[in-house]
T-cell receptor, first 113, second 110 residues
Framework: AQSVTQLDSQVPVFEEAPVELRCNYSSSVSVYLFWYVQYPNQGLQLLLKYLSGSTLVESINGFEAEFNKSQTSFHLRKPSVHISDTAEYFCAVYAGGSEKLVFGKGTKLTVNP | NAGVTQTPKFQVLKTGQSMTLQCAQDMNHEYMSWYRQDPGMGLRLIHYSVGAGITDQGEVPNGYNVSRSTTEDFPLRLLSAAPSQTSVYFC?????????FGPGTRLTVT
């Protein structure tokens, strides 16, 4: 069965600093990978996804993630964060043939002025 | 489109009471699911459905029932609420691999 590990439960950074949120997965079959964002007291929104093709995927608000099959990772990065990026970020994976989307435990990103 | 809607937004129950959390979607998605979110635990799948009349258990199904009589609706029933069911519940529907979430129901069981 697939599983997802988010290596940091909390990440505090200063505004305009770069950030990396780490995600590793385990699966013996092909996978589809996602990052979701949850702003305070809201539901989850899809931030970006990897289904196939280019291993580097980008979101409209400056985040990017790279699928690394050899390291089974899908880390999320942003070169310069804003206060408005403060949220909880969840990595998730579908394994081929499974109907279930499995989530990591989340990383709380806090951007300080 | 309203997307995925959930009612109520907040609910307080006493131990042993029953209730139904409502979920509806207007995107004609076949796949729907229920998750619970607890601090430090991420989202855990309770039940899911791949179409009307078809449901299956997820990771944490005990204490919850579901049914899917229409494509649009996927209610979650708590038959006898327990304090361990205090959580935030999210309903979701899926198109291909993209999952859309409702705004959530915050449930407290005392």
């Amino acid at each position: 069965a697939q599983s997802v590990t988010q290596l940091d439960s909390q990440v505090p950074v200063f505004e305009e600093a770069p950030v990396e949120l780490r995600c590793n997965y385990s699966s013996s079959v092909s996978v589809y990978l996602f990052w979701y964002v949850q702003y305070p007291n809201q539901g989850l929104q899809l931030l970006l996804k990897y289904l196939s093709g280019s291993t580097l995927v980008e979101s409209i608000n400056g985040f990017e993630a790279e699928f690394n099959k050899s390291q089974t990772s899908f880390h999320l990065r942003k070169p310069s964060v804003h206060i408005s990026d403060t949220a909880e970020y969840f990595c998730a994976v579908y394994a081929g043939g499974s109907e279930k989307l499995v989530f990591g435990k989340g990383t709380k990103l806090t951007v300080n002025p | 489109n309203a997307g995925v809607t959930q009612t109520p937004k907040f609910q307080v129950l006493k131990t042993g009471q029953s209730m139904t959390l409502q979920c509806a979607q207007d995107m004609n998605h076949e796949y729907m699911s229920w998750y619970r979110q607890d601090p430090g635990m991420g989202l855990r799948l309770i039940h899911y459905s791949v179409g009307a009349g078809i449901t299956d258990q997820g990771e944490v199904p005990n204490g919850y029932n579901v049914s899917r009589s229409t494509t649009e609706d996927f209610p979650l029933r708590l038959l006898s609420a327990a304090p361990s069911q205090t959580s935030v519940y999210f309903c979701a529907s899926r198109r291909v691999y993209e999952q859309y979430f409702g705004p959530g129901t915050r449930l407290t069981v005392t």
